[in-house]
C-alpha cells in the first residue's frame, strides 16, 4: 500500500496514527460523542485512514460471526468433563 497520499490540513503521520488507536475504540462505541465527531470528521478528509477504518471493521465482523457459532455438543460435553476432572485435582490438592 503506498503512504504518498497527500493529508489534508496539514495531517502529520504522528496525527494519522493518534487517529488509528482511536479507531479501535471508535468501533467498539468506546468514545465519547465528542471523541467520535473528531475521529468522524477525520476519516471523512483522510482515504488511508478511512481504508485502515473499513478493514478493522470488517475483520471485526468477520471475528464476530466466527464467534458466535455454537460448539457442537459432543465436544461441549467433552470440554465440560474435563473442567471438572481439572477441579476436583484442584480441590484434592
Known sequence: MS?????PDDVSASDCADYL????YFLDNELDEADCSVV?????????????YDLQRTVKSV??????EAAPDELRQRVM???REVQVRITEV
Open 3 to 7: 503512504h504518498d497520499h497527500p493529508h
Open 21 to 24: 488507536e482511536r479507531i479501535v
Open 40 to 52: 468522524r470528521a477525520h476519516l471523512d478528509t483522510c482515504n488511508p485512514c478511512l481504508e485502515k
Open 63 to 68: 471475528v464476530a460471526r466466527s464467534c458466535s
Open 81 to 83: 468433563l474435563r473442567i
